[in-house]
């Protein structure tokens, strides 16, 4: 505890002194991909949750010509140095049979809570490889599950009863990554000085990486493009 | 050469090695003294007629030797440890099996004889025969001392028989003969897929062309006529010789019966190294062949 | 000085100083030996001194971590906690409260004193009284005592329970002090527990004594005389660190033995180390102790994957062993490039042969093929298990000469016409092919993952990449519908293929030609002199030992017996003209790479060369290293019992119909799941199949497995579960199998006997209907529409558990169904054994599992069963 505090603490202040963010944005080339249209028929529950037809999130392209829910993170370059999780929730909610949100990042150690918030069965199946799988079963509306991952990947989630749910969880090391949004844009921040491999991760697209130096003055930039397939 | 050292050095071995710089030593001594007495005469020590309790003089000494021995063996002890092998395993025999090392030189008497001449009556002769010494032997000289001059015949039959027959086939069997009891020059690696030509034939075959067995492998009586009369010729040399020289002092003082123990005891003994000679340079497999025993 | 001393008279002769250098010599000696006995020739208590040393050190920085690991807050909070207890403990209000309650109890002893003596003085006067009574004069002034007395009593009574309740009251106060420190000690304690043990741990390594650690194993061993031997095993002495946490990653031979579930079952107390790593265990200088630098020493210490071998000592009879993976390698490569075919091998001498009969061969393919494939198979398939004879042209001609005879003579005639199998399409046949589950065992072009899965050097099925160059259509046609009607004793199962099916697959199978260019040849098949001369050639190298063959269905084992092979010592190996180096070690190498290496002029090999990888052949040499004939005594043994007989039955059946190719069973195979992705499609894991179905259930099953579609226990699965067309006695042993794996005895059980709690049934159907169980499980007939995704795609139709499954199973299954089925789309609904209905059955996860199975039991119709179990 006392070493580890240290450790921390040395990293807040050298953090302080020598950090910058990485920002970018994800850029996506030639023609989106129609999403499809997922079909809920076989739940009335989830049929009735939304008034028009829900579409599949594999696929999303922003208005701006960016691709959302792109998992950007540091692959590489921050050596052996560790990061305490942080004390916060992740929160995992399963709303009108959708996953919300899409894709999310999590650190090793920190507390994810997935909630069912539909009045119907669903089960979260964690298809992870690295950490132990779990397939647990939320029949109620309003129950919550908390779940720590002991080990850095990418894995997806799945319910059974639903087959057009899906999610992607992305655990890490380190508290530097960052989730596309409707603007396509991520922010790494406080980043220490330094060089770093940072990756781009898209469900259908597969992985980019790219190299970044931070320095003492700050901000770094660096952009990702995906092509269409 | 390296295989030889390699063999002579083994830790078993090492009784051996001492044993026959330890024979060689004292018979070179025995002799030198030898011929100093038959130069100088009879020592004095010899004639003396005073003579020394042994207790305490000569236990003073014994003691003496036995404290030089444990002192030998405590140290051999230290630097060499017991040659431990595999252990007995009755489904597996170990190539070549070898005798304890001072029987080695009965166990090479097998390849040239049946295994009851070579093992049973050829050491029950040995055993008889050297009880039968003091019986024989009526020459009062070299008593406490030595001399070759007064008896030459004991000390040279001692020589053939002890150093040569029995030490030297020792060494034989212990250092030359390798896997399959095949005989190995020093300088050839004992392998254990040697291949020996056999090619032995027997006595009568060899010089008369007469064949120990007939074709319906019944034994030849002719042969068998043949090899008996080479053994009977054999142990009738000393009886010529008996006639010959039955005025000399030596035969009329041993008497007939002296004379034919210790003439049968003789030619036997010296039959041994023929035989050998015959196998090892002429091949010969067996002198005469009988429905009882073979030679 | 000699001369000199010869001279005087004997008598006189001074032989001191001979003895006083003779016993000088003698001393040292003595020395010498009390510094070999104390350090020279002890070299184990350095290695005590360094472990010691050693594993001060790491537990001197596991205590400084554990340290470091306490929080240093809570802990000072906890000490300050403990420091006020126990300073309240000597405190005034606790002493003065304290001599208040010793005060009061002192007082209610003497109470309690005086009111035994008022009553003990009322019994006198009350007996007095009694006896004047009875003899006819009242006696009143006894009386009067009496009834003195037992004022006086009620008086005292009263003081006594005023001053108990003193006591009791002043002890609760001070108990509370106690307890109060005894609770922050313990918290103390709590965080410093991780110190505390390593303390320990020290302290006990600390007062350890340097000593020989001896292990001794009365009878284990019998010398060969067959006289019982004890074991002496001292490895300890040197290995301290075997069972030591802290020495994980120290360095020989302090390091903590890797696999601490294996000496679970093996404890090194008990049995030492030589019965799994050999060598010399009296020993106790490293090269001695691992009989390498002993030449005589006959059981050297066991390196890399050799030291497997030793699980033969004990587990000769297992084929599978959990703890010992590359045993368990070893022995399926051995089973299944048939060695035991030519070979004898204690414990495999019935093992079926693993090539297929060769009644019939010429209704399957033609003269120039067979002779081709004899002549050399790897250059038809390089993958096939049939190894490389070598043989001559001439040779091969004469075996195909006399095949093709005795084929002539078989009375084999196809089920349907000739050219019934015309009509289909290759382009469905490639579908049928890649649906029903035939990649589990046939390669066909680069579709070869689940060989990969498999990871060996062969197939354990052909691959067929030209078999449309090898077959005649109208024997494939006759052999997808039924293998066993031309190959009665075949593995391969009938994957109940309708007609049209079948046509697909012949025409799908013929398209795939051997594109090659091959040298054709004349054959002369019909003399006499060739059929007799290719009769003698399979005689003499043994083909009967993988196939049958008319002719010679009576022949024996061609070549020597394998029995004690790994006790073969080297001066009996030929080495040939190579120079290979002259070790066990190497010859079997050199022979197992190329069987015929060490052929010469004149000795003759007929073994024929198998392809190996190099992984493979350390594997055999090291199945080859455990064939001796040593066998420790019974007592160290597990007994080998009717329970374990039948497993090992069961599981060599299902080694020969290859279930683990789809299946996992017993921790290995499942491998045609490398062309499954959705894990849903897998096949069922069946190492726990004895405890999950019914006995009947799985007899019917295995019979004839549920049909495709709708009524299957899993209709969503396109890979069918084939019909092996089991025997009746192969059925037996594989549900004795199944049930011994899980612990089990096959005996008759009338599951319809099994009646649900009548109390727990309507709780059961609501937590069914919380649940939702129907929206993945059918219970009934369906009635979705075609394309629409239906509940019978997704789980098993529950009016099927009934007749199907163990009720105890259900409730296991409930539990947590990812740890019986690893990657099941069924959820828990209790993690980690918490319901989610705190409001039923008062929360309790069990009893409401045994409610579901309850109710679950009350659907569909109870199955009366018609097969008997045997």
């Known amino acids: ?229 | 050469m390296e295989h030889l050292f390699k063999i002579i050095s083994k830790p078993d071995n090492l009784p051996i090695v001492l044993m026959l710089v330890l024979t060689i030593f004292y018979t070179w001594f025995a002799m030198k003294k030898a011929l100093q007495n038959d130069r100088q005469g009879m020592p004095e020590e010899a004639k003396q007629a005073d003579k020394v309790q042994v207790w305490p003089f000569l236990v003073k000494v014994e003691f003496l030797g036995a404290l030089v021995v444990m002192v030998i063996l405590t140290f051999w002890s230290f630097l060499i440890d017991a040659p431990l092998e595999e252990p007995a395993n009755p489904s597996l025999t170990p190539n070549p099996s070898k005798a304890p090392w001072y029987f080695l030189g009965l166990q090479e008497m097998l390849v040239y004889f049946d295994p009851w001449i070579a093992g049973v009556l050829l050491p029950t002769l040995i055993i008889l025969g050297l009880c039968a010494i003091p019986y024989i032997d009526i020459n009062p000289k070299g008593n406490g001392y030595y001399t070759f001059k007064e008896r030459p015949f004991a000390i040279l039959t001692f020589c053939f028989g002890f150093l040569l027959m029995w030490v030297a086939l020792i060494v034989l069997g212990t250092f030359f003969r390798g896997p399959g009891w095949n005989l190995f020059w020093p300088w050839e690696y004992w392998d254990t897929h040697r291949v020996v030509a056999l090619t032995n034939v027997d006595f009568t075959e060899k010089f008369f062309g007469v064949p120990t067995r007939l074709v319906d492998d019944s034994l030849n009586p002719l042969a068998m006529a043949i090899g008996g009369a080479a053994v009977v010729l054999w142990y009738a040399i000393p009886v010529v010789y008996y006639f010959l020289k039955r005025n000399t002092d030596l035969i009329r003082k041993m008497g007939p019966l002296r004379y034919g123990i210790t003439a049968f005891l003789f030619m036997t003994m010296m039959a041994v190294p023929v035989k050998v000679i015959l196998r090892l340079t002429l091949n010969i497999k067996y002198i005469v062949v009988t429905p009882f025993f073979n030679i | 000085m000699f001369k000199q001393r010869a001279q005087i008279p004997i008598e006189q002769r001074n032989y001191s100083t001979y003895y006083v250098v003779l016993s000088g010599l003698l001393f040292l000696g003595t020395m010498w030996a009390v510094v070999d006995e104390i350090a020279t020739r002890r070299p184990w208590k350095h290695h005590q001194k360094e472990f010691y040393a050693l594993a001060d050190s790491l537990l001197q920085q596991r205590i400084e971590q554990a340290a470091a690991e306490i929080d240093s807050f809570a802990l000072d909070e906890a000490k300050t906690h403990l420091k006020a207890a126990q300073d309240s403990l000597h405190g005034d209000r606790y002493r003065m409260l304290m001599k208040q309650y010793e005060a009061t109890a002192e007082k209610l002893i003497e109470e309690t004193r005086e009111y035994q003596f008022a009553k003990s003085r009322g019994d006198e006067a009350y007996y007095f009284y009694k006896k004047s009574r009875l003899e006819g004069k009242e006696d009143l002034a006894q009386k009067r005592k009496l009834e003195e007395n037992e004022a006086q009593m009620a008086q005292h009574q009263k003081v006594m329970d005023v001053l108990q309740a003193q006591k009791d009251s002043l002890l609760a106060i001070l108990n509370e002090y106690r307890q109060n420190e005894r609770k922050a000690r313990n918290a103390v304690n709590d965080l410093l527990k991780n110190v505390e043990k390593w303390q320990t741990r020290r302290e006990r390594l600390r007062s350890a004594p340097i000593e020989i650690r001896q292990v001794m194993m009365l009878d284990y061993d019998r010398n060969p005389f067959n006289d019982p031997k004890a074991r002496v095993d001292r490895c300890q002495t040197c290995h301290l660190g075997w069972n030591e946490e802290v020495m994980e990653n120290a360095p020989e031979p302090y390091k903590k033995h890797p696999l601490p579930d294996l000496l679970a079952t093996h404890s090194p107390e008990k049995f030492g180390c030589t019965p799994c790593h050999r060598g010399q265990g009296a020993a106790l200088t490293a090269g001695m102790a691992h009989g390498e630098d002993d030449h005589y020493w006959e059981n050297p210490l066991l390196r890399g994957k050799d030291v497997w071998a030793s699980c033969n000592e004990c587990h000769e009879n297992e084929s599978i062993l959990a703890g010992a993976p590359e045993f368990t390698k070893a022995k399926r490569l051995m089973i299944e490039s048939g060695c035991h075919g030519c070979h004898e091998i204690k414990g495999y001498t019935d093992l079926p042969k693993i090539g297929p009969q060769l009644t019939g061969i010429s209704f399957k393919t033609t003269p120039t093929w067979v002779y081709r494939w004899v002549k050399n198979p790897k250059d038809y398939n390089r993958h096939t298990r049939m190894p490389d004879f070598k043989l001559t042209d001439e040779e091969a001609e004469a075996a195909t000469a006399y095949l093709m005879a005795v084929s002539e003579k078989s009375a084999f005639a196809f089920a349907a016409p000739r050219g019934a199998y015309a009509g289909g399409s290759a382009q469905r046949g490639k579908e049928v092919f890649e649906t029903v589950g035939c990649q589990a065992c046939h390669v066909v072009g680069a579709m070869t993952k689940v060989r990969e899965a498999r990871g060996t050097s062969y197939d354990i099925a052909p691959e067929l990449t030209r078999v449309g160059s090898k077959v005649n259509p109208d024997w494939l046609y006759d052999w997808v519908r039924n293998p066993r009607h031309f190959n009665p004793t075949t593995k391969m199962p009938n994957l109940r293929l309708t007609d049209s099916e079948a046509k697909d697959i012949v025409a799908y199978l013929m398209t795939l030609k051997d594109e090659r260019e091959l040298p054709s040849r004349e054959l002369d098949l019909a003399s006499e002199q060739m059929i007799r001369r290719g009769e003698k050639v399979i005689r003499e190298y043994g083909c009967n030992g993988c196939h049958l063959i008319p002719g010679m269905e009576k022949e024996g084992r061609v070549s020597v017996s394998l029995s004690n092979f790994g006790r073969k010592k080297v001066d009996e190996m030929d080495f040939g003209d190579t120079h290979v180096p002259h070790t066990w070690h190497d010859w079997v190498y050199n022979k197992l790479k190329n069987s015929r290496v060490f052929q010469t002029d004149r000795i003759v090999q007929k073994m024929p060369v198998f392809s190996f990888t190099d992984d493979e052949i350390t594997s055999l040499r090291m199945f080859l290293l455990a064939q001796t004939k040593d066998e420790p005594d019974k007592r160290y043994v597990r007994p080998f019992d009717r329970r374990q007989q039948n497993i090992e039955a069961g599981r060599r059946v299902a080694m020969n119909y290859n279930c683990q190719q789809c299946h996992q069973l017993e921790k290995d195979g499942a491998y045609i799941t490398s062309i499954i992705e959705e894990t849903a499609f897998h096949p069922p894991i069946i190492t726990g199949e004895g405890a999950k179905v019914q006995e009947q259930w799985l007899y019917g099953f295995l019979r004839q497995p549920s049909p495709v579609g709708r009524n299957s226990v899993r209709p969503w699965v396109p890979t069918r579960m084939p019909t092996f067309q089991l025997t009746e006695d192969e059925i037996n042993k594989l549900q004795k199998y199944f049930l011994g794996l899980s612990g089990q005895d096959l005996e008759l059980r009338d599951y319809t006997a099994f009646q649900p709690d009548p109390k727990l049934l309507p709780v059961g159907k609501q937590i069914f209907e919380d649940f939702q169980c129907l929206k993945c499980h059918p219970a009934g007939t369906t009635t979705a529409k075609p394309g629409e995704v239906s509940t019978s795609d997704l789980a098993p139709n529950l009016q099927l558990a009934r007749g199907r499954l163990k009720p105890e199973w259900i409730v296991v299954w409930l539990a947590d169904p990812g740890k019986i089925q690893e990657g099941t789309r069924m959820p828990t609904f209790f993690p980690d054994g918490q319901s989610p209905l705190p409001d039923v059955l008062d929360g309790d996860a069990h009893k409401q599992m045994m409610a579901i199975r309850d109710y679950l039991w009350t659907l569909g119709q109870p199955v009366r069963t018609t097969v008997a179990v045997r």
């Open chain 1, 1 to 229: 505890m006392n070493k580890t505090l240290g450790i921390v603490l040395s990293l807040l202040v050298a953090g302080q002194v020598l950090a910058g963010d990485v920002a970018g944005k994800v850029v996506f080339e030639g023609t989106a991909p129609k999403a499809a249209v997922l079909r809920m028929d076989a739940d009335k529950v989830c049929k009735a949750a939304h008034k028009e037809p829900q579409r599949s999130e594999e696929v999303v392209v922003n208005a701006n010509g960016t691709l959302k829910n792109v998992l950007v993170y540091v692959k590489d370059g921050l050596g052996n140095r560790k990061f305490d999780p942080p004390a916060k929730k992740v929160t995992f909610d399963q709303i009108g049979c959708i996953y919300v949100p899409h894709v999310v990042g999590i650190q090793t150690g920190q507390e994810l809570e997935v909630i069912n918030s539909d009045p119907t069965l669903h089960n979260v199946h964690s298809l992870s490889k690295e950490n132990p799988q779990f397939n647990v079963a939320q029949p109620k509306k309003g129950m919550k599950l908390t779940k720590k991952f002991e080990k850095p990947e990418v894995f997806k989630v799945k319910c059974e009863v639903h087959t057009w749910m899906g999610a992607y969880i992305g655990v890490f090391n380190h508290p530097f990554y960052a989730v596309t949004g409707d603007d396509g844009t991520f922010t790494l921040p406080k980043l220490p000085a330094g060089e770093y491999t940072i990756e781009a991760w898209h469900e259908k697209y597969g992985t980019q990486t790219g190299k970044v130096k931070v320095d003492a003055a700050g901000k770094a930039t660096l952009d990702f493009k995906f092509a269409a397939k």
